[in-house]
């Protein structure tokens, strides 16, 4: 009834609007004239009752969205709490159980805070005191009143030790879920890049693989870890954006592999690490853009590699690194353009290898370093010095 009426008055005012008001002394109206008129009306009012039930819809829609998310959120708070639970049982199988949940957990978040929280409480569990392996412990047979029995001390350690495997399994369960996650690529089911990855002091003495990641936003830190043992690839990822730490990290067993990787447009840390064993190869990599850090690094052991990797672009500081042991490698490496600086840095023992490096442009300088200059740079660098490259004053040979 209430659309007639208003269909009504929308055909009155169209009416008048033609300046037919005066109809009985004026033009007279025809039938398809008035018939056209109603439509129209009818068309308005039809119109406008659809616009608001859109409006009506729309606004139904955004309120069912809004319960959705919070019947979602409060769904993912209670099996938070229950992961977060199990990853604090004394059962390493309940914490295992744990640390799955909260993978999944982090998977099908309704929002990427959400996300990140579950990401944060794994990484919290690894920054936890990390126990060695226990040793095995002797009876004290020098004093009669020790009741113990030699065999009860095997058990005991053997129990000791097969728990210590249990909860290294879950640690180790933790990283290569984090690995894992980082190589599927941005925006696509289960993928965490973008996520901040806090591993702070963390030891890690297995295998992780994040092999073609991309690390282009968010912070993903690795200050003060620990590689020990395993291997750890970073093979052909590419560092585009947001912040990589390795800062006051120990490289000291296994391998940690750079090689093919991209380092552009962001910043990369290695300030203050120490290479005290193992091998980290930068075999192939390219910098291009952006800053990566050197900076006071201590090469005392091991060997690092950054043979036939090109430095086109970007900035790579070594200021004040102390190359006192091991061998670190520059063979075949091509400076061609940006920054590489050796500033203040010393060599003062070990193997530093600049055979058939390539200077064909950009800047390197080893302004005030110390020590004997490294093997090969100065056929590298070759007759005469190019102004791109300065060496410290002590390499120059005397002037004639």
């Known amino acids: 009834m209430s659309a007639v009426l208003v269909a009504g008055g929308v055909f009155y005012g169209l009416v008048a609007l033609l300046d037919f008001k005066e109809i009985d002394s004026t033009t007279k109206l025809d039938a398809n004239t008035l018939f056209d008129l109603v439509k129209l009306s009818f068309g308005v009012v039809a119109g406008a009752g659809a616009l608001v039930a859109l409006v009506v819809a729309y606004r139904r829609q955004r309120v069912d969205e809004a319960g959705a998310h919070r019947d979602a959120t409060r769904l993912h708070t209670e099996r938070f709490s229950q992961a977060v639970d199990k990853l604090g049982s004394d059962s390493p199988a309940v914490r ?43 009876p004290d047979i020098t004093d009669p009143t020790n009741p113990s029995d030699p065999t009860t001390l095997d058990s005991a350690h053997q129990e000791a030790h097969h728990r210590y495997l249990a909860l290294r399994q879950v640690r180790h369960t933790i990283l290569h879920l984090i690995a894992d996650h980082y190589r599927r690529p941005q925006g696509t089911h289960r993928s965490w890049q973008g996520c901040d990855l806090n591993l702070t002091g963390v030891t890690i003495d297995c295998t992780m693989d994040f092999s073609d990641a991309v690390f282009a936003d968010g912070t993903v830190d690795f200050s003060r870890a620990v590689f020990s043992d395993g291997a750890v690839y970073f093979s052909r990822a590419v560092f585009s954006g947001g912040a990589v730490r390795f800062g006051d990290a120990t490289f000291c067993g296994g391998a940690v592999y750079f090689s093919g990787a991209q380092f552009r447009d962001s910043t990369v840390r290695f300030g203050n690490a120490a290479f005290s064993g193992g091998a980290v190869y930068f075999s192939g990599a390219v910098f291009s853009g952006g800053t990566v850090h050197f900076g ?43 920054l ?61």
């Open 296 to 338: 006071e690094a201590v090469f005392d052991g091991g060997a690092v590699h950054f043979n036939d990797a090109s430095f086109s672009g970007g900035r790579v500081f070594f200021r004040d690194a102390l190359f006192s042991g091991g061998t670190v490698n520059f063979r075949g490496a091509i400076f061609s353009s940006g």
């Open 340 to 400: 590489v600086n050796f500033r203040d840095a010393v060599f003062s023992s070990g193997a530093v290898y600049f055979s058939g490096a390539v200077f064909s442009g950009g800047t390197v300088h080893f302004i005030a370093a110390m020590g004997p200059v490294p093997n090969g740079l100065i056929t590298a660098v070759g007759t005469p010095i190019p102004p791109t490259v300065v060496l410290a004053a002590v390499w120059l040979p005397p002037a004639t």
């Open 96 to 138: 295992l159980g744990g640390v799955h949940a909260l993978a999944g957990l982090a998977d099908d978040a309704p929002d990427d805070n959400l996300r990140q929280t579950c990401i944060d409480v794994l990484c919290a569990y690894l920054q936890l005191p990390f126990t060695p392996a226990p040793e095995a412990a002797a």
